[in-house]
């Protein structure tokens, strides 16, 4: 299925569509750009928490074996309170978007805890 979206200016002027991946990354996924994706972040998460500063990480989640899937997530940041956001945009539901979110976070999770480290961390 190919979607495309036509997002034009007032002036009639092609503008590129902030929902495709390109786009989003190059608005919100850059360091210089870590101001955006603290206000969109305190935007959908309503302040709470409260988010003052990020650190963007490597997108990529490499796969744990050879015939393995890998994961390339739109956004993978760090906040200053240590909470972690994977951000992916999808312009379509293709109906497998909690398999995916569920996948991402089983990948990621062993990355973040050291040996002899809770679960609850």
């Known amino acids: 299925m190919d979607i495309k979206i036509d997002v034009v200016s007032e002036d009639g002027t092609d503008l590129l569509a902030p929902s495709c991946d390109f786009v989003f990354k190059s608005i919100f996924g850059l360091n210089e750009h870590k101001a955006e994706l603290i206000s969109l972040l305190n935007a959908i998460l309503k302040g709470k928490p409260h988010v003052e500063n990020v650190t963007i990480e490597n997108c990529e989640i490499p796969k744990d ?21 994977f951000i992916e945009i999808q312009c379509a539901n293709v109906g497998r978007v909690m398999n995916r979110a569920a996948f991402c976070q089983s990948m990621q999770m062993p990355r973040e805890l050291s040996e002899g480290q809770s679960y609850d961390n």
């Open 65 to 85: 074996i050879l015939n393995g899937k890998s994961i390339r997530l739109d956004i993978n940041a760090t906040s200053d309170d240590l909470t972690k956001f």
